[in-house]
């Protein structure tokens, strides 16, 4: 049964997952529109970023919240996830573009200096490329249906009955299921060899013997970064509900993300230039490709505390509890920023 009822779960039930699902779409989905214009002109990096983000996140709040409503055809995860990916192929280029030149750049030989004229050169072209991408997706049929069909839900939205449960008896239902994703994926053990039924940290790996495991496994620890952002932007949907034992959790697993996508970056930027050098950019970028090699293993030292942390029991129980542990009954609260 579907009810066609705004103000039945938005005004006269505060606490309803309904009210919660609405928030959050109305939320993510006025923080997106809202660069759009910025981003259309091509003249802030930071409106991309924070288009980006958004589309991000109202597709984390569409896939979570979908099962308590009944949305348009063009609402959907796999529309919002490909207007998203085209403006995140443009921000990534302007993310290597900003490590090149502030990063890495002044720390280079003259010589290596003027090498890097010729990876700007590229860059540059491949950007006009992604922002003619990003310019044809703003005026797609896909991203008008999409933008035009969902505010007319927010207008008068259409509820699955499941919506009028509270959120407190859905929360750990709706919760869990990532955490466990999270804590089951593979990336977590790379890295790592088994001592009887234990776990432990290689921790003697040299620069280049990393290199060859970020070569041949770095697609699994780049899953394991989106898979730890897919948990944070679903746990933020509900940080107001919970303690700041929640919120330290939250900022738990924003660290894992935020290291291994630098990690990621820096891997990402080394097979860029190769690609562009047709070889080991030790050859050309000496001094570079040391910087870079350095920095992947400064990293990787960073990385190994919070990943020995994961992998312990403990945390990974108490992670559990703490979102088991619902408040009975709070006040109302709203979606945070």
Request: charged content about 25%.
């Amino acid at each position: 049964m579907k009810l066609a009822t705004k103000d039945t779960v938005k005004i006269a039930h505060k606490n309803t997952t309904g009210n919660w699902a609405y928030q959050a779409i109305e939320k993510y989905f006025e923080k997106t529109i809202k660069w759009e214009k910025s981003v259309k002109k091509d003249e802030d990096a930071e409106a991309l970023h924070q288009m980006r983000v958004g589309m991000r996140r109202l597709r984390t709040a569409v896939s979570r919240f979908g099962i308590f409503l009944s949305l348009p055809k063009s609402v959907s995860e796999k529309n919002i996830a490909k207007i998203a990916r085209t403006l995140g192929s443009l921000r990534d280029l302007d993310v290597q573009k900003d490590l090149l030149e502030n990063d890495y750049q002044p720390y280079l030989p003259k010589q290596e200096q003027k090498s890097l004229h010729i990876v700007f050169t590229q860059l540059a072209k491949h950007r006009e490329i992604a922002a003619n991408d990003v310019q044809n997706i703003l005026k797609h049929e896909l991203y008008k249906s999409f933008k035009h069909e969902l505010q007319e839900w927010l207008d008068k939205p259409i509820y699955q009955n499941s919506a009028f449960l509270p959120i407190q008896q859905v929360l750990s239902d709706l919760l869990l299921p990532e955490v466990s994703q999270f804590f089951l994926h593979p990336g977590w053990l790379i890295g790592t060899k088994f001592l009887d039924s234990d776990v432990a940290l290689e921790t003697n790996w040299t620069s280049k013997e990393l290199e060859f495991h970020l070569e041949s496994q770095g697609e699994i620890l780049h899953s394991l970064r989106k898979q730890a952002k897919r948990l944070r932007y679903q746990m933020e949907l509900f940080s107001n509900l919970y303690s700041e034992d929640y919120s330290s959790l939250i900022s738990e697993v924003k660290e894992v993300q935020e290291i291994l996508g630098l990690l990621q970056d820096s891997v990402i930027l080394n097979d860029w230039l190769e690609n562009i050098f047709k070889s080991d950019i030790s050859n050309q970028l000496g001094r570079l490709n040391t910087l870079l090699m350095g920095n992947r293993y400064q990293l990787w030292q960073q990385w190994q505390p919070l990943q020995a942390k994961f992998l312990n029991f403990e945390t990974k129980q108490n992670f559990r509890l703490s979102i088991l542990q619902v408040p009975p009954s709070f006040q109302t609260g709203e979606i945070p920023q």
